[in-house]
């Protein structure tokens, strides 16, 4: 579904991607792992040129997505992204957070898309914040919100971009429940996290990075019981 | 001296004629002006290219002249050069709006460059278009760090329309100046001016206040 080659990205003198090839087919769960500053943020990031690589290609259903003249917001309308500070929109209640894109971009009449957008904010656990401020939400709700904004769009692919690494402790359950939850209903899901067990337990591809590079990648059982690199046995080892 | 207050009370309906003539250019310059500070601002915080050059450009000239410098060459300097005729109420208007644009483009500019990054990612990641993210997230919420630099703005330009004396519109300046010097009361004439003027920019400054409070 998504195929990567020969992927690098330099920002000025440093290159923080570095020859990246990797397959992800439909339904696939993939965990990105790895120490900050290996470049896996980055690396998802291209996959939805938020930041545009400077060679390698990237195919989304075969079609060449680095192409200049592919439309960009076709593919934002099948590949959704949940972001670590959640970017909820602060001037819009969650429940406008949620429709706006589909209002936009005419995706039903309002009733149906409210219908919608509730039914998503039931599937987080929400319903009851409909008209509440992002503000007045803690950070495992403004992600769940997040999330169900990012499925308004019915999205083939969701990106999450460390989606529980700027929450207290005590609200990381409740998001990867959710995310859990999608998994098991088969979504397509590209997730960079620093949480073990949810790459362990749900995921069906882990792919280690280290220094701009894919050291390591493979099924998780294989992978945290036998890492075959010694980076990626050191980096498991200070994490696990 | 005398304080005579008749003659600060006599001369009001005069004011009073050239009040109308400050409000009339102040509400049109400033809606020239916001216009153009939306439109330059918005350019400007875009990307590298002709619009934006074309934006700072402007933003350059205005903030590099003095305003007095500007309603001569609009009502003296151009109709000479372009053999047109311009009439003074739509020199004032139009050197006010050009002047508070250039000031209101950069508050316009600030106010989007401070929204997070995130927030036009997010947009864009939804499918949104540029026009759509910039129109439905990042101006709205630009718009309310804006607004207490652009109400500034505004209380800085209808000040700036007693400028507009030297090219002879008949604003609340011109008209007090022009009764002094058949009186020659300077100082009662003089303090009611300087009186009109703070209960308008008072009156202004408390709307504008009221506004602000409603969007928070």
């Excluded at chain 1, 087919?25 to 939805?48: A, Q």
């Excluded at chain 1, 999330?147 to 990867?176: H, N």
Aim: net charge positive.
């Amino acid at each position: 579904m998504i195929k990567v080659t020969g992927l690098s990205k330099s920002f000025g003198e440093l290159e923080v991607l570095k020859d990246i090839n990797v397959d992800i087919e439909e339904g696939e769960v993939v965990c990105v792992i790895g120490p900050s500053g290996s470049g896996k943020s980055t690396f998802l990031r291209c996959i939805n040129q938020l930041e545009k690589a400077n060679a390698g290609e990237i195919y989304y259903d075969g079609v060449p997505i680095t192409d200049k003249k592919y439309d960009l917001r076709k593919l934002h309308r099948e590949i959704g992204m949940v972001f670590q500070r959640f970017n909820l929109f602060p001037h819009k209640t969650v429940l406008q957070n949620i429709m706006l894109a589909p209002l936009k971009l005419k995706m039903g009449s309002r009733e149906e898309i409210k219908e919608q957008a509730l039914e998503l904010l039931d599937k987080v656990g929400l319903k009851s914040k409909a008209n509440e401020y992002p503000r007045n939400l803690s950070g495992g709700q403004q992600q769940r919100v997040a999330i169900a904004r990012a499925l308004a769009m019915k999205p083939r692919v969701l990106l999450f971009d460390e989606p529980t690494s700027a929450l207290d402790p005590e609200l990381v359950g409740e998001v990867l429940k959710v995310m859990k939850q999608l998994a098991d209903e088969g979504m397509t899901m590209i997730v960079v996290t620093h949480e073990m067990g949810f790459a362990r337990e749900v995921s069906d591809k882990v792919i280690f990075m280290e220094g701009g590079y894919v050291v390591e990648e493979g099924n998780p059982n294989d992978m945290f019981a036998n890492p075959k690199n010694e980076r990626t046995k050191e980096f498991l080892s200070r994490v696990l | 001296m005398r304080f005579d207050w008749s003659y600060s009370i006599k001369v009001i309906p005069t004011l009073m004629t050239g009040l109308k003539y400050t409000i009339l250019i102040s509400i049109l310059g400033i809606l020239l002006g916001f216009v153009l500070g939306m439109l330059t601002g918005l350019a400007r915080s875009g990307k590298k290219g002709i619009l934006n050059t074309i934006a700072s450009v402007y933003v350059g000239i205005i903030r590099g002249t003095p305003l007095m410098v500007q309603a001569l060459y609009i009502y003296f300097a151009i109709p000479m050069i372009l053999n047109i005729n311009i009439p003074v109420l739509v020199a004032g208007v139009l050197t006010i709006g050009l002047n508070s644009g250039a000031y209101m483009s950069e508050c316009v500019r600030g106010a989007i460059e401070s929204i997070d990054i995130g927030q036009r990612e997010a947009g864009t990641c939804l499918g949104l278009s540029k026009v759509q993210v910039m129109v439905s997230i990042i101006i709205p919420q630009a718009f309310k760090i804006m607004l207490p630099s652009l109400g500034n703005q505004f209380v800085i330009s209808v000040k700036d329309t007693s400028l507009l004396t030297t090219i002879g519109v008949a604003e609340l300046t011109r008209q007090a100046t022009q009764a002094v010097s058949k009186s020659f009361r300077t100082v009662e004439i003089y303090t009611s001016l300087a009186v009109v003027y703070l209960l308008l920019i008072t009156t202004l400054s408390f709307i504008l206040k009221k506004l602000e409070g409603r969007l928070k």
